[in-house]
């Protein structure tokens, strides 16, 4: 149910209220870190708040998982996000302020052990405004937990050529104490006119493990921002993005990751296709500075641009000032290759369906990383066939 | 075997096929019945290769002049995979390597493609796994290698084997292989050519590409054709390919040149 409503959503009226909403104007194309990524589709949905549908109290927790008290979320909040530098960010601070307004939902909690069930978190896109989430977690010393998160337009139902522009914020923040494990999965699928606002943000202890692996498509524009630190480095992170877009979608991921101490470990690789006249930004910032002596850390970028008119940006950014690490980037762009296209055509397998294989074959190691509950929802079929 | 009256399988007359501006194939003219084994040798470049591409469909080569008739269809109005699920098999000289693609997934995609346009009945993945263990030890091959991408960290020897393992499952009419030979070490060359000859039969028909004896030693060809610039410039029987190994190409610059030379527009006055 709509919060509060206006009769008229012009671009320019929205455009104002997204920005009264977060303090701060948008972003535009004179900010490096958001010169490919237009807004536009974003400044198209009604001017209001909607309610997420998600009621806080509501979904029962995996034992082993206790709720935080809202004074403590705050302050792990803020503290999470200080650290990462992302305070200031413009999605963060437009997600709060919705969420404050109690437009959205708020889940905040606490891991104190070894969870054997997975946590499953579903984000329900609206069908017009804005709705906004947030999910706290705070993993203590040496606990573990399988995190899944789920975005599926699909599942709103109703008729696709009937829906509005709508768009969905969210917000994750998760802490993770000495020793702790965090495996956590995003799929996040949408639909023509929704766009997304996301950001992930962890701060790792010495010793704490962190796998993301996320797999994102179908929305008019996504804007991904995984951020992590390792407080004192000595932690393991693995990352894993998958973004698929087509159309005229635009598909944006900046990815963040400072050691603030030795011995971290870093493992990631985004994986993008681009078709139609769809954008495919990638931004990849690694920070090594002095005290992160003997850091290993490696990142691969490997895109596939499936059409002459999509467009692919992919920058890898290390930032190396300790003199001690292992340190490695690359990006490829690539199409289909012709010659493994003939190769299948050869043994009776057509045009259409060879495509099919080599784009899922192109997914599959992404994918075969995130969680079970993840998998299930097929993302590949419809990554490989939008809404 | 050579069956009198044998149906022709495929019939190649005066083909000809560049690539950009370069033409390969400067009339190739073949006629291939059903039960007969043929090899085609030849020095490298001179046309082996484009053309069992050309008859596979490959799309960075252009036909411009003659015909290809296959059981009765003329081939080259089919798409690569039309002609695949018709019948048409090319072993390639060097398999693709496809990161990602299960081998399994694909060989039972390939398979189910050849039966639906056969009319028959498509396998579901268990009766796909107890047809593709059978057909496995045609080649002696590993089973682990269902388990990995499509010829991906396979050795020479090992995609070879895959190659032929694909043919088992697709039952081709026509079998083109393109030095399936190369690169296989003796025992392995045994097991490939054990496998084509237990494939052979008196409905089909297989083209060995190749440059050496020791294949046509294991399986023996009852025609035997030497291609240079791009046409077939002799044909015979298996004793060909024995004087080839006796005395090499040498000659064939000789019939090139007169060749040329009887094409030569003579200037009269």
Redesign the interface.
């Known amino acids: 149910m709509p919060v509060a409503s206006a009769a008229v959503s012009a671009p320019c009226e929205a455009a104002a209220w997204l920005a009264e909403l977060a303090g701060a104007p948008l972003p535009g194309p004179r900010q490096e870190n958001w010169r490919f990524t237009d807004l536009t589709s974003l400044t198209r949905i009604k001017p209001c708040l909607a309610d997420s549908g998600f009621d806080p109290a509501g979904p029962s927790l995996p034992a082993g998982i206790e709720r935080l008290q809202p004074e403590a979320a705050e302050a792990l909040l803020t503290s999470v996000l200080e650290a990462s530098g992302s305070s200031q960010h413009w999605p963060v601070q437009l997600n709060r302020a919705a969420v404050a307004r109690r437009a959205g939902g708020l889940l905040a909690l606490h891991v104190r052990g070894s969870v054997a069930e997975p946590l499953l978190h579903n984000l329900r896109p609206v069908a017009d405004g804005l709705a906004a989430h947030q999910l706290v977690l705070l993993l203590d010393p040496g606990a573990s937990l399988e995190l899944v998160e789920l975005v599926d337009a699909a599942s709103v139902g109703g008729d696709p050529a009937a829906m509005t522009a709508a768009a969905l914020s969210a917000l994750t923040v998760v802490q993770l104490g000495e020793g702790a494990r965090l495996r956590a999965g995003m799929v996040a699928l949408g639909r023509s006119g929704l766009s997304l606002l996301s950001h992930w943000i962890a701060v790792q202890d010495p010793g704490s493990h962190l796998s993301l692996t996320t797999a994102l498509g179908g929305w008019d524009l996504a804007r991904f921002e995984p951020r992590i630190v390792q407080t004192a480095g000595a932690a393991d992170t693995q990352l894993r993005t998958l973004q698929a877009c087509s159309g005229e979608q635009i598909i944006d991921t900046h990815s963040y990751v400072r050691f603030d101490g030795p011995e971290g470990r870093l493992d990631q690789l985004h994986k993008a296709m681009a078709d139609g006249r769809a954008r495919s930004v990638f931004n990849g910032a690694v920070q090594v500075p002095r005290p992160a002596q003997r850091t290993r850390a490696a990142q691969l970028s490997r895109n596939l641009l499936l059409s002459a008119r999509a467009r692919i940006d992919t920058k890898p950014e290390l930032e190396i000032v300790a003199d001690d690490v292992t340190c490695t980037h690359g990006a490829t762009v690539s199409r289909l290759r012709?010659?493994?296209l003939?190769?299948?055509?050869?043994?009776?397998?057509?045009?259409d369906?060879?495509t099919a294989?080599?784009k899922?074959?192109?997914c599959?190691?992404v994918l075969r990383d995130l969680p079970a509950e993840a998998a299930g929802l097929n993302p590949l079929a419809l990554l490989l066939d939008p809404v | 075997m050579i069956i009198p009256d044998a149906p022709v399988l495929l019939e190649i007359r005066d083909l000809q096929a560049s690539v950009g501006d370069q033409p390969i194939l400067k009339g190739v003219n073949l006629s291939i019945r059903a039960g007969e084994i043929h090899a085609l040798m030849g020095r490298n470049g001179s046309g082996k290769s484009t053309l069992s591409k050309v008859l596979a469909g490959h799309p960075a080569y252009t036909v411009t002049g003659g015909s290809v008739i296959f059981r009765g269809e003329d081939l080259l109005e089919l798409a690569p995979e039309i002609r695949a699920r018709s019948g048409m098999f090319l072993g390639f000289q060097y398999p693709v390597e496809i990161p990602g693609v299960s081998n399994l997934e694909f060989l039972r995609v390939a398979t189910n493609a050849r039966r639906q346009h056969r009319g028959e009945e498509e396998l579901d993945t268990f009766a796909f796994e107890d047809l593709v263990r059978e057909r496995l030890a045609v080649v002696q091959m590993d089973p682990a290698f269902l388990d990995r991408s499509v010829n991906e960290g396979f050795s020479g020897g090992e995609k070879k084997r895959n190659e032929i393992l694909q043919m088992a499952l697709l039952e081709p009419a026509v079998a083109i292989l393109d030095e399936t030979d190369s690169g296989l070490d003796i025992d392995a060359l045994r097991i490939v050519a054990g496998g084509v000859s237990q494939l052979a039969g008196a409905e089909t028909a297989t083209l060995l590409i190749t440059h050496y004896q020791r294949l046509l030693d294991l399986i023996t060809p009852d025609y035997v054709h030497v291609m240079a610039a791009g046409r077939i410039l002799r044909s015979g029987g298996k004793e060909l390919a024995l004087e080839l190994e006796r005395s090499g190409y040498e000659w064939v610059d000789a019939e090139l040149a007169a060749l040329e030379s009887a094409q030569t527009p003579v200037e009269v006055g």
């Open positions: 012709d010659e493994e003939f190769y299948l055509q050869s043994r009776g397998i057509a045009g369906q060879a294989l080599l899922r074959a192109f599959e190691d």
